[in-house]
């Protein structure tokens, strides 16, 4: 199969572009009469939906931030009442509190049709086996890809995450064709599977690896591809808009945004400015058919770039480049987001150590390895080592719990850690993907 | 002063990060403040180590190298002089271990007091009253500090 919905995805520019403007329009309408939020905000910058005019007219209606979602949690943004909601998934906030969001069935048929369009764009269809290796549950990841490779026939290994001796074997007893995952668990599992004397590349019947949640290089890829002897293509989102939503296709150069589900706009992150197609900048998404938790031009904070010419396999809509960069300080690691304010917010409840701390990340193997260094304080410091290993263990379980992935802690001195006066650079960043 | 509160020294315990160099700075910080050092050990965990030193001014060590940033604390230990002779440290170990007074560290030094084992006990009063009922010797802190 070429295409899951050609109607849509070889859709004339044109038709797109007037398809793109009648959702935004119905969606500017439905969130100003039934979002207090969106007609706060709307009010605020002076603007009505009658003022929507032209697609461009967009750059009108004002931004949405992380923040947003985090100052009226859980769900004070939905907009469908509760009946309409048929599932919940949730991220973690930039501070204690996490991002929770709400699917109507639409929004999941949705997410579903995208990645169905996406994966059939990639090459894989009926009679591949693909290893979903997202975790499953809270995270969008695992139950994103289950569902979409559902739909256009694929089979289904839903294995999560973890485990990676028994995915090796499941992967090739039950002859997996292709692996979601994350890149760096992808080299992990190569490196874990040399040790088990299996050459991924000759003892498996793997052709494709579908990867994200991270960012990665060209490099990168070029390793996974070359060592593995499979292709590799970039997927991307985030649970904001609903979870892996977009993958690249056959040809490899950067996933297409489906226009009738969604539309970008690539700006200069200090001016908020428009840029060109190849120009870098900050990737603003507003999603157009949304319907419990709406999207309009909302910063995830991603920087790339994209192009918009139609693309050589015939579809029509814009591609975007592999995310090379954020503008805060947002880190991924293991495919989680961690943001440094989440740290500071759950060591303010620790008394034995300061408020002061450092994260140290680095590649051990092929894998994330997080190291927060924290200051003993003076009351909480005994002559017990006992005592201290408690205090370390402690705070490695609070990290654990706010950020749900694995953090080591190291005791450090105190008044030892760098001080900062502006904006603090409490991240040292030695992986190079 | 009690009975036995001529027998606690105390002891100064010093947080310090297991890199190069974290020693000599507690040692020169010591050293510019005439501080001697009569024995000390270090204690060693995951990526921190804690340094015990007995010295001969305790409360001037506390203030200088808090002074310098260190997490220091007080801790309470007692002086046991052993006989210098194999079988030495038994006699001490088993007055204490039939009473039933556990020892978290010790260490040792031989100096012109003899041979000293310095104990930090889970029951200071008790190790205190066995040791000095059942015939062996507690040092004074009058004789360090």
């Given at each position: 199969?070429?295409?899951?919905?050609?109607?849509?995805?070889?859709?004339?520019?044109?038709?797109?572009?007037?398809?793109?403007?009648?959702?935004?329009?119905?969606?500017?309408?439905?969130?100003?009469?039934?979002?207090?939020?969106?007609?706060?905000?709307?009010?605020?910058?002076?603007?009505?939906?009658?003022?929507?005019?032209?697609?461009?007219?967009?750059?009108?209606?004002?931004?949405?931030?992380?923040?947003?979602l985090?100052?009226?949690?859980?769900?004070?943004?939905?907009?469908?009442g509760?009946?309409?909601?048929?599932?919940?998934?949730?991220?973690?906030?930039?501070?204690?509190?996490?991002?929770v969001?709400?699917?109507?069935?639409?929004?999941?048929?949705?997410?579903?049709?995208?990645?169905?369009?996406?994966?059939?764009s990639?090459?894989?269809?009926?009679?591949?086996?693909?290893?979903?290796?997202?975790?499953y549950?809270?995270?969008?990841?695992?139950?994103?890809?289950?569902?979409g490779?559902?739909?256009?026939?694929a089979?289904?290994?839903?294995t999560?995450?973890?485990n990676?001796?028994?995915q090796?074997?499941?992967?090739q007893?039950?002859?997996?064709?292709?692996?979601?995952?994350?890149?760096?668990?992808?080299?992990?599992?190569?490196?874990?599977?040399?040790?088990?004397?299996?050459?991924?590349?000759?003892?498996?019947?793997?052709?494709?690896?579908?990867?994200?949640?991270?960012p990665?290089?060209?490099?990168?890829?070029?390793?996974?591809?070359?060592?593995?002897?499979?292709?590799?293509?970039?997927?991307?989102?985030?649970?904001?808009?609903?979870?892996?939503?977009?993958?690249?296709?056959?040809?490899?150069?950067?996933?297409?945004?489906?226009?009738?589900?969604?539309?970008?706009?690539?700006?200069?992150?200090?001016?908020?400015?428009?840029?060109?197609?190849?120009?870098?900048?900050?990737?603003?998404?507003?999603?157009?058919?949304?319907?419990?938790?709406?999207?309009?031009?909302?910063?995830?904070?991603?920087?790339?770039?994209?192009?918009?010419?139609?693309?050589?396999?015939?579809?029509?809509?814009?591609?975007?480049?592999?995310i090379?960069?954020?503008?805060?300080?947002?880190?991924?690691?293991?495919?989680?987001?961690?943001?440094?304010?989440?740290?500071?917010?759950?060591?303010m409840?620790i008394?034995?150590?300061?408020?002061?701390?450092?994260?140290i990340?680095?590649?051990?193997?092929?894998l994330?390895?997080?190291?927060?260094?924290?200051?003993?304080?003076?009351?909480?410091?005994?002559?017990?080592?006992?005592?201290?290993?408690?205090?370390?263990?402690?705070?490695?379980?609070?990290?654990?719990?706010?950020?749900?992935?694995?953090v080591?802690?190291?005791?450090?001195?105190?008044g030892?850690?760098?001080?900062?006066?502006?904006?603090?650079?409490?991240?040292?960043?030695?992986?190079?993907? | 002063?009690?009975?036995?509160?001529?027998?606690?020294?105390?002891?100064?315990?010093?947080?310090?990060?297991?890199?190069p160099?974290?020693?000599?700075?507690?040692?020169?910080a010591?050293?510019?403040?005439?501080?001697?050092?009569?024995?000390?050990?270090?204690?060693?965990?995951?990526g921190?180590?804690?340094?015990?030193?007995?010295?001969?001014?305790?409360?001037?060590?506390?203030?200088?190298?808090?002074?310098?940033?260190?997490n220091?604390a007080?801790t309470?230990?007692?002086?046991?002089?052993?006989?210098?002779?194999?079988?030495?440290?038994?006699?001490?170990?088993?007055?204490?271990?039939d009473?039933?007074?556990?020892?978290?560290?010790?260490?040792?030094?031989?100096?012109?007091?003899?041979?000293?084992?310095?104990?930090?006990?889970?029951?200071?009063?008790?190790?205190?009253?066995?040791?000095?009922?059942?015939?062996?010797t507690?040092?004074?802190?009058?004789?360090?500090?």
């Amino acid at each position: 199969m070429k295409c899951w919905d050609p109607r849509i995805e070889e859709m004339p520019r044109e038709d797109l572009r007037k398809l793109q403007y009648r959702l935004l329009k119905t969606l500017v309408y439905r969130l100003y009469s039934f979002s207090p939020f969106y007609h706060e905000r709307m009010r605020a910058g002076g603007v009505h939906p009658d003022d929507i005019r032209t697609l461009g007219d967009i750059r009108k209606l004002p931004f949405m931030v992380k923040r947003d979602l985090r100052d009226n949690y859980p769900d004070k943004l939905f907009v469908s009442g509760p009946d309409d909601l048929v599932r919940y998934h949730v991220s973690s906030g930039t501070t204690g509190k996490p991002t929770v969001v709400g699917y109507t069935q639409h929004d999941l048929n949705n997410w579903t049709t995208s990645l169905a369009r996406g994966l059939v764009s990639c090459g894989l269809g009926r009679g591949d086996v693909l290893q979903v290796s997202y975790g499953y549950g809270l995270f969008t990841g695992g139950l994103g890809l289950h569902y979409g490779a559902e739909r256009i026939g694929a089979t289904v290994l839903p294995t999560s995450v973890g485990n990676t001796e028994r995915q090796i074997e499941l992967m090739q007893d039950l002859h997996t064709t292709a692996i979601a995952c994350t890149p760096s668990y992808l080299l992990h599992m190569g490196e874990v599977a040399e040790k088990m004397g299996v050459s991924i590349r000759d003892d498996t019947g793997l052709r494709m690896g579908i990867l994200g949640a991270e960012p990665w290089s060209d490099t990168m890829k070029k390793r996974i591809e070359e060592w593995l002897g499979i292709r590799a293509y970039d997927i991307y989102g985030t649970s904001e808009l609903s979870g892996p939503m977009f993958c690249e296709c056959t040809e490899q150069n950067g996933f297409h945004v489906w226009g009738d589900l969604a539309y970008i706009e690539i700006l200069d992150p200090e001016t908020g400015d428009p840029l060109g197609p190849g120009e870098k900048g900050e990737l603003v998404v507003t999603m157009l058919q949304k319907e419990a938790l709406p999207m309009i031009r909302y910063r995830i904070g991603d920087i790339t770039s994209y192009d918009d010419g139609v693309c050589s396999c015939g579809r029509t809509h814009p591609r975007v480049q592999r995310i090379s960069g954020r503008v805060d300080d947002m880190l991924i690691i293991r495919g989680i987001n961690v943001f440094p304010s989440q740290i500071e917010y759950a060591l303010m409840g620790i008394p034995q150590v300061g408020q002061h701390f450092q994260i140290i990340v680095d590649r051990k193997g092929a894998l994330d390895d997080m190291l927060v260094q924290v200051e003993v304080s003076r009351e909480s410091f005994s002559d017990k080592i006992t005592d201290l290993m408690a205090i370390r263990k402690g705070v490695e379980h609070k990290l654990r719990n706010t950020l749900n992935v694995a953090v080591n802690v190291e005791l450090v001195e105190p008044g030892s850690l760098p001080r900062f006066e502006g904006k603090a650079k409490r991240v040292i960043d030695r992986r190079k993907l | 002063m009690s009975q036995t509160g001529r027998y606690l020294i105390q002891q100064i315990s010093v947080f310090s990060e297991n890199r190069p160099g974290r020693l000599a700075a507690i040692a020169k910080a010591l050293q510019e403040e005439e501080i001697n050092i009569l024995a000390f050990f270090i204690a060693e965990a995951d990526g921190f180590g804690v340094v015990r030193a007995l010295v001969d001014k305790p409360g001037k060590a506390h203030e200088k190298l808090t002074g310098l940033g260190f997490n220091v604390a007080f801790t309470q230990v007692i002086a046991v002089r052993m006989r210098d002779v194999p079988g030495g440290l038994y006699e001490i170990a088993k007055i204490l271990g039939d009473g039933k007074v556990n020892i978290e560290y010790s260490y040792a030094y031989s100096g012109k007091e003899g041979a000293v084992l310095i104990l930090r006990v889970d029951n200071t009063e008790q190790a205190i009253r066995l040791i000095s009922t059942q015939g062996a010797t507690l040092l004074e802190s009058a004789v360090f500090q």
